[in-house]
């Protein structure tokens, strides 16, 4: 066996293109086969073992500086739990049944201690359980800092508060913080939340924890010690490949940063936590973020977060009960003891595709780090709006694909169910207090729904196929789609001729088929609808050549991939009497 491959002769990168050359046909290599990611790669079809030459420390092991291959040398993880009830007594016995249950790690979002007697209450049966406080405040800090020294706990701690809101204060709590509690968060997570590429979220990140170092330094913490004290937060998005690039990146940039300010080796590891991230789950076939979680979960584990929080599926409309926390943990579960990830440190290493995105996250987010240092640093960006400015440029990137459908959520914006109703599920105002990446859809959606609840019907799009069948099958394949994100109704049909057209019911006619036969069938059906009294609006599937005649003939739209769907959409439900 170890002989195997020595059977099979070596085929050089000139051979693999020759054969692509020959299988494009004279077709564009760049538009084909090229695909250009947010963050400016130019991502290749095929990676060789060429194309790690050049990259930094791609030889070193798991748990060895620099910590691209993960800040430890085994491939385990913490579950954290996240815990929503504000009071002590309740959310400890949630914690509590969170842990029975397989949880290893719990967050309390909401809780309220006011002293001691209630950490007391709060964190009962727990003391071997790894806790953070996601909402501390000065007030719980120094509760903290009084429970901890007096040894009252063998597992760690720590909070999600951000590290800049008071460098005064920060330095206070580290000057006297114990062995296991890590009291400030650098929140990447926001940045993702807030549209940032994968990039960004690297460069941003790593500027505030820069920051942070520089303000300790002078007041005379050093880097070691102000190291350990933050854990950084990161929010997974969908893009597979890059989240776990992203991770294994900024611990590689984090160890130098760390070493620029004097910081040894072993104080250079990032700690980092990992959660789903909110903005691209969906209040329509929720299910689905199941499998988003389940994918940015692996994201996550793979690449190498020491903490993994996985939300939810109905948390974006809902308070979670118990059968959807379960399943959210589960997943987490399943992953480590079905899969069996969390068994190898670093399972993705070595991969050509892996190693080269790595890289060029780590360069592109120094070059990051670097410009805003150039402009005063990372609270000065924050200050002067620097940072905002960018990433709304990116969020609106963002928001241009998913409207025009480039970035598909499924059951959302493609492949929608139209039956399905979210109306009564969505509790109010739980949808909208986080941006999320579908809530447009969404509002045309909720917006059919309260139509219908009040009273109304719901529109009825009559597809008329005829003519060329490949066209006419794809153009109705399409408007269903385009169609079912409002929550329209559609009716797929074929006719042979226009006055069959004319007498079925719809609130909407969409014409499918090839562009070159709609001017005929328009030029019949138009005076057949006025003769029988008939003011239903008539559309073509398609952006043909002769819209203008189209139009001009009576066509009132066209919808086709260049459509912007919320606005179209928009459009229709208030010609049809749907009010927002």
Sequence with gaps: MEHLL???PPVSTAEWEAAIARDLKGADYEKRLIWRSEEGLAVKPYYRADDLKDLACKDAAPGVFPYRRGARAIGDWQIREKIDAVDAETANREACAAVAAGADGISFSGVSAKSIADLGVLLATLDEIPIHFDGADEGLLRLLLETLRAGRRAAGVSTGRDALTSVEFAAEVIGGAPNGFVPFTIHGDAFEEAGATAAEEVGFTLSAGVDFLDAMQDRNIVAGRAAAALEFHFAMGSNYFFQIAKLRAFRMVWARAVGSFGGSRSEARAHIAARTSRWDKTAYDPHVNILRATTEAMSAVLGGADSVMVAPFD?????????????????????????????????????????????????????????????????KSQMDGATKAALDRSMTAREKAVASRRRVFVGTNQFANPAEQ??????????????????????????????????????????????????????????????????????????RKAVEIAGAEGDLIVLC????????????????????????????????????????????????????????????????????
């Design 6 to 8: 020595e059977e099979f």
């Design 315 to 379: 948390a974006c409309y809902k308070l979670p009960n118990e059968a959807s926390r379960r399943l959210a943990r589960n997943t987490q579960l399943l992953l480590k003891h079905e899969a069996w990830i969390g068994h190898i440190a670093d399972a993705a290493g070595g991969s050509y595709y892996l190693e080269t995105v790595t890289d060029f996250l780590a360069h592109e987010g120094w070059k990051i780090m670097q410009g805003i240092e150039a402009r005063g640093g990372y609270r």
């Design 422 to 495: 979210a109306l009564n599920r969505c509790e109010p105002g739980r949808s909208s207090e986080t941006k999320r990446g579908t809530q447009p859809y969404e509002a045309l959606r909720l917006r059919t729904e309260r139509h219908t609840a009040g009273g109304g019907l719901t529109p009825r799009v009559l597809l008329a196929e005829f003519g060329d069948v490949k066209l006419r099958a794809a153009r109705s394949n399409f408007a269903v789609n385009f169609f079912a994100c409002a929550g329209f109704e559609t009716v797929t049909r074929r006719f």
């Design 513 to 580: 088929s090839s562009d070159k036969e709609y001017a005929a069938i328009a030029a019949e059906l138009m005076p057949k609808l006025k003769a029988m009294d008939r003011k239903t609006p008539v559309i073509v599937a398609g952006n043909p050549e002769d819209a203008a005649m189209l139009s001009a003939a009576g066509v009132a739209d066209f919808v086709h991939a260049r459509s912007h769907p919320v606005e179209v959409l928009t459009k229709w439900q208030e010609r049809l009497g749907i009010e927002s």
